[in-house]
């Protein structure tokens, strides 16, 4: 690319099909009254089509309205000359008609991502010049163990599990993203892959952001590969356990690793590790991720998501990453009903003695430690006649741990706890979720905590309770017209099964696009709107 002016040109197709670039980026339309990006004029309200007089001829413009009331009307073409913002035009500010900065602006953010994609491609290159291990099981073993999954596999589901086995039997190292709503079967995927790297005898390991979610995923690799079969290293390592668990590894005996951060400590090492699963990518930092697929060389990569970071989504985007997008629910999965309302002492206690009675659990989960211990205080003063325990991240690990599974083998009724819950707990016995002070939290945080109910065909209820005005229908926006409420009834809405992508695009349009090679969630390149940001990168890969 000679400069930053990309107007036109040519554009790759990335490393997505139309189905999955619909479903991550939404729909590449403008419809009039929306926020678009003039590549000359900057960030404008789209007004549509019109007809003028142009030198006696009727001529078909397209209308742009600026801040302060400018109009600009001109032959312009979506996609080659301006793009969706990705975000309505009265939640941002439009820029100011010929005021002179826009173009400075967008040439700095355009270097800037530009830079960015360089050092992409640069990472790229460097994967591809290694040599990864060839990964091809025995297929009448790799049958064997695919017949303990208990269910047919999802139409996604068994097109991931095809691409990422092909990957795995290519001497390229594999780098894959693997982004599918909230039970929707990533698992799955990841245990077929590591089934392939033990059964051609070479090492896997899959490393997982929380203690919890660790613990849950060595349950999960104990029930198909065996009880002696999978080593895990986290902090509930027992001292005395530690030295003859890491001896098993670094001589290449124990072939299935699933850990924390933990992995990457100086005392482990591997004999010979073929592929590296990370979950919840989103969640570890740029500095972990990259330690972690430097474990050894050439080694295979697959990343699983719900909700992608904006590096992910650019490298895709662009061709630079392998995706593959299980957007088909397991039949059994039924929508969550999802409601706003005040918060009311007795309506809580009500909603969790319903759940209750139907011989189910509860969640009732808090934003900060602070709520836990005031909820507990409410319970304990009116007397409720359930049992709970408390789990948050200042509590001792091992006290942490018993009481998850406390909760998790249906000892007690409700679990009250922070956010530590939201990645990792599969508890089909708990089907209703109480949210305090929903209007704290984001949109993809509380779809990840939605996603820890309703996992089975039992209909299942979320209630979001705010300290906002309620009136019987929930939250009145016009009471209370702020971004948090807003967030709350979008969210609301979104409870349809496969929500989870309208619901990453609404937060990615709330806080911004961020940086492509950073761990900033939103920067200057947000600016640029995500259809302008999309077509920078297409083009520079196309250029380069």
């Known amino acids: 690319m000679d400069g930053p002016h990309v107007k ?28 678009v990006v003039h590549f000359e004029h900057g960030l404008a309200r789209y007004g549509g089509e019109e007809t003028a007089d142009v030198a006696g001829e009727p001529q078909t413009l397209q209308a742009f309205i600026y801040r302060n009331g400018g109009k600009l009307m001109l032959p312009a073409e979506a996609g080659r000359d301006f793009w969706p913002y990705g975000a309505p ?12 900065d826009w173009e400075t602006r967008r040439d700095e953010m355009i270097a800037e991502l530009r830079s960015g994609a360089e050092r992409l491609v640069a990472a790229d290159r460097a994967r591809r010049s290694q040599v990864a291990p060839k990964l091809s099981p025995n297929g009448a073993a790799m049958t064997k163990f695919a017949a303990g999954f208990g269910h047919e596999p999802t139409p996604d589901q068994a097109r991931a599990i095809d691409a990422v086995l092909s990957d795995l039997a290519r001497e390229v190292p594999m780098d894959r993203l693997l982004i599918g709503d909230v039970g929707f079967g990533k698992t799955e995927v990841a245990l077929r892959a590591a089934a392939a790297a033990a059964l051609c005898d070479r090492q896997v390991v899959l490393a997982a952001p929380t203690t919890v979610l660790a613990r849950q995923h060595a349950h999960t690799l104990r029930k198909r590969f065996g009880q002696n079969a999978v080593i895990e290293i986290s902090r509930l390592l027992p001292d005395a356990d530690r030295a003859d668990a890491l001896a098993r590894v670094a001589s290449g005996d124990a072939k299935v690793v699933v850990g924390t951060q933990a992995v990457l400590a100086e005392d482990v090492t591997f004999a010979d590790l073929a592929l590296v699963i990370i979950d919840e990518e989103q969640r570890f930092g740029r500095e972990q991720k990259r330690d972690l697929r430097a474990l050894a060389e050439g080694v ?52 969790i003695e319903e759940e209750i009675a139907r011989g189910g659990q509860v969640y009732l989960v808090c934003p900060r430690i602070e709520g836990t211990g005031r909820i507990e205080a409410m319970l304990e003063r009116r007397g409720a006649n359930f049992s709970h325990v408390t789990a948050h991240g200042q509590i001792d690990e091992d006290t942490l741990e018993a009481r998850m599974l406390r909760f ?6 409700v679990l009250l706890s922070t956010t530590i819950i939201e990645s990792g707990l599969d508890n089909p016995r708990a089907n209703t979720m109480i949210v305090v002070d929903a209007d704290l939290f984001g949109l993809a945080q509380l779809h990840q905590l939605r996603g820890r109910i309703g996992r089975g065909d039992v209909a299942a209820k979320m209630v979001l309770t705010t300290e906002v005005d309620a009136g019987a229908d929930g939250v ?28 990453a695009r609404e937060d990615r349009h709330m806080r911004g696009f961020g940086e492509i090679d950073g761990d900033a969630q939103s920067g200057q390149t947000s600016r640029l709107g995500i259809g302008l940001y999309r077509h920078i990168l297409r083009d520079y890969i196309a250029r380069a």
Do not use: Q, W, Y
């Open 300 to 351: 295979h990569v697959l990343t699983m998501t719900a909700t992608p970071i904006p590096r992910s989504l650019a490298a895709a985007e662009i061709g630079l990453m392998d995706v593959s997008v299980i957007a088909t629910a397991p039949a059994t999965r039924v929508p969550v009903e999802t409601r706003i309302s005040g918060f009311d002492a007795d309506a809580i206690e009500a909603a």
């Open 408 to 413: 998790m083998e249906g000892d007690v009724d």
């Open 476 to 503: 009145d926006a016009d009471d209370a017209p702020n971004d948090a409420v807003r967030r709350l009834e979008a969210f609301a809405e979104m409870s349809e099964i496969g929500a989870g992508f309208r619901i």
């Open 89 to 100: 035009a009265e939640e941002v500010t439009l820029d100011r008609l010929k005021a002179g």
């Open 8 to 35: 036109g040109g040519p554009m790759t197709d990335g490393g997505l099909n139309d189905r999955d670039r619909a479903l991550l980026f939404g729909d590449e339309g403008v419809t009039p009254g929306e926020a």
